[in-house]
């Protein structure tokens, strides 16, 4: 099926640049992974975004030379540059595209902007071999159930306040963790005994996650750390899983598939597995390298719009939708 998709003949090489939020990534696909390079910027507080795109510069160019170095290939083998053009952090974007559109214009190579949403779906259909997924994605930022329809994808549920990740991200905070504070809290619930009642909020088909944020943070300190993380992660997935549910009976999709950052939760990953099992349908989850942002998944979308005759790139958008995506590849 990939082979397909790819047209094999027509196999190229793409350079991708992702800097949507905390990693500096860059990749190289050429029909598979020729190198997945980056470095992550980590803090104690919230992600600042001045400091994370200052961050970014200082690691770029080794991060470049490495991937291409892994790849085996020089810049004049690169048939086309792409970029993470959005969402994202405003200042962290601009170091990606940046860059990209400097290399793109000195070698005079097709430049690709890519929605980084997007991205993080084309990877995992690669990395699982899947066709026509009922899509979760859960990141710091976004958090949305997506299913591809007529040349879009069409949000079934999504968040109406913040994101999944930063949710854990800002609890964990409170407990006093360094961002991305999602493994830590993560670590932690797997030994939390008693189950603590917070606010569920699923309005409709859609999810609020700061009042149980809100309930969460007040609750610190006065009870155990492992109980709260462990009541926390429940409601939180007990929540998207419900949704999801209900968007795979209403597509009938076949496939499930768990993607972005919060994808590496092994409680979430056994909660989706059991719900998709219920309704006979597969469940899949890509491997680490490629759920959490990277520069690899930003070259195969590049990839894949070079060969449907996308070759777009526009300025930087921070709130650039997915479902404002016309997917014709
Ligand atoms: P992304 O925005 O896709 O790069 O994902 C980053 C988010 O994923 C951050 O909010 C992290 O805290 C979160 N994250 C990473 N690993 C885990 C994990 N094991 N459990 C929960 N959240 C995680
Ligand atoms: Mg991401």
Known sequence: ??????????????????????????????????ANEKEMY????????REASQFMTSRAH???????????????????VAFAQGPGLGPC?????????????????PLIGVNHCIAHIDVGKWACDLEDPLVVYVSGANTQVLGLKDEKYRVYGETLDIGLGNALDAFGRELGMEFPAG???????????EFIELPYSVKGMDLVFSGILTAAKKLAGSVDDRDLCYSFQEHLF????????????????????LVGGVAQNARLVEMMRGMAKVHEASFSVPPKE?????????ALSGQLMHDAGRDE?????????????????
């Not at 980590?42 to 975004?49: C, E, K």
């Open 1 to 34: 099926m990939w082979q397909v998709w790819l047209h094999e003949d027509e196999a190229m090489t793409c350079l991708g640049f992702e800097s949507t939020a905390h990693t500096i990534g860059v990749g190289v696909f050429d029909n598979e992974c020729l």
């Open 313 to 329: 790139a526009g300025d930087i958008n921070q709130f650039w939708r997915s479902d404002d995506v016309r997917v014709t590849w």
């Open 290 to 298: 490629y759920n959490a942002d990277n520069g690899f998944m930003i």
């Open 183 to 193: 493994p830590k809290v993560e670590k932690l619930a797997r030994e939390g005994k």
């Open 42 to 49: 980590t803090t104690i507080g919230g992600i600042h975004p």
């Open 62 to 80: 080794g991060v470049v030379r490495t991937a291409l170095e892994k790849s085996g290939k020089a810049i004049s083998d690169i048939d086309c």
């Open 238 to 257: 007990g929540m998207l899983v419900e949704v999801t549910e209900r968007a795979l009976a209403h597509t009938k999709k076949k496939e499930v598939l």
């Open 93 to 109: 974007l601009r170091v990606g595209a940046g860059l990209a559109r400097t290399i793109a214009h000195y070698y005079d190579k």
